[in-house]
């Protein structure tokens, strides 16, 4: 009490009995006023470090230092010797840690790094701390601990302690430990309530922190994917420049071997020919054999220059845009074809009034092949029909087509038509060298279209086509 206080009562007093008596009253009134305030401020400091807890979360999340800030808070507030902040390692099955964080007095050593290793811990605790279990242990040396359990706190001079689980969302992270190593210590209900409302802060910063890392990691991870993905299309580029070159280098060779070897051809065609007529009564029929032979071979190796040169033309040569009506150039080779062949009973059927932008030049080249192969493989039909047309797609691009019901192909093979030289059926069948379907899919490829085939065996075969359907490089 307050002394001025107390000497002007007692000259107010005269009986000293009286005033002893009237002092421890005053006394007995006051220290349950005082008490209460105390443990009022007490409460008003720890809402305050609770208060900079939930603050700490606000800012930029940095594990290491809201741990190491909030130890040094919560063991000023409980004077602890020690407070720390212990991790479990992972796939350790919660038996294998160490303090990651700490605050502790000088009197004692920091438990920082130090590796523990509870064999008991995860079979016989862990579950119940994932839960919520807290441990409040007054004296290790009167709690009915292991001898295993008593040997690991003593290591860090602990005689009492205060333990709160830290959990990462459903996970058991680690563990929020009070140390008390001077002596035993009788922790209070408020006391432990404090520790479990820091834990739970702690454990939505460990959360955040978990979420944050693997935002970053898939940052990280999209990033790379785009750098990669950024490399691979520069490599591709870089290949499509150098494929490019490769290409116009062998386009350029193969129309130049193509083109030279017509002479020689035309002169071992043309000095056969010499020889049959002006030698054949010297010549007996094995020898005649050999020169029709030489001749069918190298009319046939023309044959196949002539397409290789048609085929190089076909990809080397300027292409121009204008409107090209493929009804009409469609109706004038089927007449020729008739023309050239009136012993055939084939029924043509035209679409009329189908008219496209391209380069007029190679339409013509693309139709002459597709009706021409049309009219090659209805050969042997007594009756044909062959047509051309087009039909609607969903993306409102028209594909054309020409149809014909003869001998078809198996849709196995669908994928080889286009391959130059490939050939579905024997040259004792059918004639051709194969370069024709192959000159039809560039011209399509340089006018930005797409090609395909549909077909069955003995049931004839329709060729699709589109034109700019993207725009492409000519």
Known sequence: MNSELLTRLRACCKDEAAFEQMQQLLIDKIQPLKQEIERANLQVERQKALFNAIARLREPLDLEAIFQATATEVRQLLVADRVGMFRFYADSGWNDGEFVSEDVAADFGSA?????????????????YQQGRVQAVADIYDAGLSDCHIEILARFQVRANLVVPLLQGQNLWGLLCIHQCRAPRQWQETEIEFVHQIANHLGVALQHAELLAELRAEIVERQQAEQRAQELNQELQQAIVELKAVNKELEAFSYSVSHDLRAPLRSIDGFSQALLEDCLDQLDSTGQDYLHRIRSATQRMGQLIDDLLTLSRV????????????????????????????DRQVEFAVQPGLVVQGDPRLLEVLLDNLLNNAWKFTSRQLQAK????????????????????????????????FRPFQRL??????????????????????????????GALTRGATFYFTLFAEEVEA
């Open 112 to 128: 920082i790094a130090q590796k523990v290793h509870d064999r008991c811990f995860g079979d016989r605790y862990a579950i119940h």
């Open 315 to 342: 990809t080397r040569s300027e292409m121009s845009r204008e409107s090209v009506a493929l009804s009409r150039l469609a109706s004038r080779i089927c007449t020729d074809l008739q023309m050239a062949h009136p």
């Open 386 to 417: 062959i047509e051309f047309g087009a039909i609607a797609q969903e993306n409102g691009i028209p594909a054309f087509f020409v149809r014909d019901d003869g001998v078809g192909f198996d849709m196995v093979y669908a994928d080889k038509l």
């Open 425 to 454: 059926h024997g040259m004792n069948e059918f004639f051709g060298n194969g370069i024709g379907l192959a000159t039809v899919q560039r011209i399509v490829h340089r006018h930005g279209g797409r090609v395909w085939a549909e």
